[in-house]
């Protein structure tokens, strides 16, 4: 069955350290995959997306995220985390034939600390 | 301004009274979804609808309706809701499907008594 993993329920880093989240992905074939950011109180809203090609993609607010075939992994990195990226993190996974269903990771919920 | 609205953002009712929780898009798009937010689990998937009167389910369904009557509003309706259904629940609507950006309401924060 397809799954994502999210390993890091929380993860506390300080302000202006570089940030990277994990992502591992179980899927029959390469899917298309996506990191969203939910903010308190907010909505999710789409940080970036891999479909095909550089597997290294950049997305919103500095964010970028690699894909690693090998790994069946969708990392998401900043090199500078700011206080105002404190929020939740999904990584989540559609199937190219079915676009109808998203699959959300469990979230890591991302604390910075001055 | 592109959004999903959702109504209302906090809803505290009693078991069995039945209710809906709107979901309207201004963004004519096809594709429309409702999901569950639990802690520890993510989010997990009620009802879809890839366009006007086509609904469907997703991994959680149990307890819930839906009816995609117009393109823009996608209302989910408990008819008896029971206290496992406390929850945040989002509408998301996106372009032709879940491959496509998707756009979030900002939440219905249910609590069932």
């Known amino acids: 069955a397809q799954s994502v993993t999210q390993p890091d329920i929380h993860i506390t880093v300080s302000e202006g350290a570089s940030l990277e989240l994990r992502c591992n992905y179980s899927?029959?074939?390469?899917?298309?995959l996506f990191w969203y950011v939910q903010s308190p109180g907010q909505g999710l809203q789409l940080l970036l997306k891999?479909?095909?090609?550089?597997?290294l993609v950049q997305g919103i607010k500095g964010f970028e995220a690699e894909f690693k075939r090998s790994q069946s992994s969708f990392n998401l990195r900043k090199p500078s985390v700011h206080w105002s990226d404190a929020a939740e993190y999904f990584c989540a996974v559609v199937g190219k034939g079915a676009t109808n269903k998203l699959i959300f990771g469990t979230g890591t919920l991302l604390a910075v600390q001055p | 301004e592109a959004q999903v609205t959702q109504n209302p953002r906090y809803l505290i009712t009693v078991t069995g009274k039945k209710l809906t929780v709107t979901c309207s898009q201004n963004m004519n798009h096809e594709y429309m979804s409702w999901y569950r937010q639990d802690p520890g689990l993510g989010l997990r998937q009620i009802y879809y609808s890839m366009n006007v009167e086509v609904t469907d389910k997703g991994d959680v369904p149990e307890g819930y309706k839906v009816s995609r009557k117009e393109k823009r509003n996608f209302p989910l309706i408990l008819e008896s809701p029971s206290p496992n259904q406390t929850s945040l629940y989002f509408c998301?609507?996106?372009?032709?499907?879940?491959?496509?950006?998707?756009?979030f309401g900002s939440g219905t924060q249910l609590s069932v008594l």
């Open positions: 899927y029959g074939a390469t899917p298309y």
């Open positions: 891999y479909f095909s090609g550089d597997t």
């Open positions: 998301a609507s996106g372009r032709t499907g879940g491959g496509e950006k998707l756009f």
